[in-house]
């Protein structure tokens, strides 16, 4: 079974029939539903093969039973569907040859009716047009001459025909900020600080789900040669820039808000390692502790780039020299005689063996191993930035949000107050109905879909890239259920 954070393990195994029962257990597989067949021999065209008279025969049926269906659907008809719970059982190698014969005997009839159908078609098109013909003659002749026409259109079954009909078918915000002449700012302001913490939670939260992908594949190296250093590096950075945001709230009231240094220009002088005289620092020896951060930070980096590709050169090397290395949980061994180890028949290079890491075994050329994870690393630095960038959209939703509820009650319900008495009552209610609809079209349907959307995006790109591999084997079972026919 699945668990939480991967889906279920599917094993490889080789199977072996013989020739006599080969038809009678492919048959039991299908009806069961949970096996996929993998082709050993893909090089070879379907005409090299041992059954290429058996697969030319099911071509044929196929074609046979497609015609069969167009002509129903065609005609107004279409076949009964299936019964829930059916269970749709495999024929015998005599009833399939028994359906091939009965079903391409009743296509020659229907393409001979077919033919014979076109014929009559056009036999009644020049009747008409005869009888068009007798009708302006006689009309031009006055009545003079009566003619008397009698049409007969013989079918192809033998019958007389008469007529032919064809038919078609946050931290707590007081109430009394929305009175403040300064709330749009204020409000602003808070938004926005608060999604750029809620995104550095959520992706170093991601970060950390990655523990259990090197635990998994017993890569425990990655721990402290990746997992390490992305965490110091989203940390001292970004999760120090959540901290001054928290420090700022708490440390400065609302009278001394006047006096607050700047956040912004703090985190833009801790990258120059420099301090502005006009902006007071947070707390005693702020700078020290930024220039610490930010070099924490950029050490991080060339052990980020550097740490994995040496160690796998080193095991490589170590292998090389007579010393083979001790086959772990999560290396997997050759499955069928032949395979090297490492590799899949099923896929390609790269795929479930290292949960869509390169195993270790692939690669052979330091430079390549350099390449990979150059370009993890700058995905992973750069993606920090642009994805801090891209919670704001959290803040832009909110505004808009707030603005949208703010026009409709100023400029719908609070007219409704206006009158007063008996009448002011009477148009409250036409009022508090419009009120009422446009709430629920734009702010719920439209804004919680868009909001819907933004949210998915957030928990797809930035979230998941931390720690989802998506590798895996897309298991397509071979199956006699309904919807393989469709």
């Known amino acids: 079974m699945?668990?939480?954070?991967?889906?279920?393990?599917?094993?490889?195994?080789?199977?072996?029939?013989?020739?006599?029962?080969?038809?009678?257990?492919?048959?039991?597989?299908?009806?069961?539903?949970?096996?996929?067949?993998?082709?050993?021999?893909?090089?070879?065209?379907?005409?090299?093969?041992?059954?290429?008279?058996?697969?030319?025969?099911?071509?044929?049926?196929?074609k046979t039973f497609t015609f069969l269906l167009r002509e129903l659907r065609a005609s107004g008809l279409a076949p009964p569907p299936a019964p829930l719970g059916a269970e749709l059982r495999a024929p015998s190698a005599r009833e399939a040859l028994r359906a091939q014969e009965e079903a391409e005997q009743l296509a020659r009839e229907l393409r001979e009716a077919s033919r014979h159908r076109a014929a009559l078609r056009v036999r009644l098109r020049e009747r008409r047009q005869f009888l068009h013909v007798l009708r302006e003659g006689r009309r031009v002749m006055g009545g003079g001459v009566r003619v008397r026409v009698r049409v007969r259109v013989r079918a192809g079954c033998g019958g007389t025909l008469s007529a032919m009909a064809i038919g078609s078918h946050p931290p707590h915000l007081c109430q009394i900020w929305s009175l403040a002449t300064n709330h749009l700012s204020f409000l602003n302001s808070f938004k926005m600080k608060m999604s750029v913490v809620l995104g550095i939670v959520h992706m170093a939260f991601g970060v950390l789900l990655g523990v259990f992908n090197h635990l998994h594949f017993q890569q425990r190296h990655r721990l402290v040669l990746e997992l390490l250093p992305e965490l110091v590096f989203l940390l001292a950075l970004f999760g120090y820039l959540v901290f001054l945001i928290f420090y700022k709230w708490l440390m400065f009231s609302a009278a001394e808000s006047l006096l607050a240094p700047s956040i912004l220009i703090h985190f833009i002088d801790m990258f120059l390692f420099t301090s502005n005289p006009e902006n007071l620092p947070?707390?005693?020896?702020?700078?020290?502790?930024?220039?610490?951060?930010?070099?924490?930070?950029?050490v991080s980096v060339p052990i980020l780039l550097l740490g994995t590709p040496l160690y796998q050169w080193c095991r490589q090397r170590k292998a090389r020299m007579g010393h083979p290395?001790?086959?772990?949980?999560?290396?997997?061994?050759?499955?069928?005689?032949?395979?090297?180890?490492?590799?899949?028949?099923n896929v390609t290079m790269e795929d479930v063996e290292s949960g869509g890491q390169s195993p270790e075994a692939e690669h052979q050329d330091l430079a390549e191993l350099l390449m990979h994870q150059t370009i993890h690393t700058i995905e992973y630095c750069l993606g920090c930035i642009s994805n801090t960038a891209s919670y704001l959209r959290l803040w832009a939703l909110s505004l808009a949000?707030?603005?949208?509820?703010?026009?409709?009650?100023?400029?719908?319900?609070?007219?409704?107050?206006?009158?007063?008495?008996?009448?002011?009552?009477?148009?409250?209610?036409?009022?508090?109905?419009?009120?009422?609809?446009?709430t629920v079209a734009i702010l719920l349907v439209m804004e919680g879909l868009s909001a819907f959307l933004h949210a998915l995006r957030l928990h797809w790109v930035e979230f998941q890239n931390k720690f989802y591999m998506g590798a895996g084997y897309k298991l397509c079972p071979f199956t006699f259920t309904p919807g393989a026919w469709e």
Do not use: K
């Open 2 to 62: 699945g668990s939480l954070f991967r889906s279920e393990e599917i094993c490889l195994a080789q199977l072996f029939l013989q020739s006599a029962s080969a038809y009678s257990c492919v048959s039991e597989l299908g009806e069961r539903g949970l096996l996929q067949f993998r082709d050993l021999n893909p090089h070879l065209s379907p005409f090299q093969r041992r059954f290429v008279a058996e697969l030319r025969r099911c071509e044929e049926m196929e």
């Open 282 to 298: 947070l707390y005693p020896g702020q700078v020290p502790v930024q220039t610490v951060l930010v070099v924490l930070a950029l």
């Open 325 to 345: 290395m001790v086959v772990g949980a999560g290396e997997q061994e050759p499955l069928l005689e032949g395979q090297e180890v490492g590799s899949s028949v």
């Open 401 to 438: 949000h707030a603005q949208l509820s703010e026009v409709l009650w100023t400029m719908v319900m609070r007219n409704g107050f206006v009158p007063m008495g008996y009448a002011g009552g009477v148009v409250l209610v036409p009022v508090f109905a419009a009120f009422a609809i446009l």
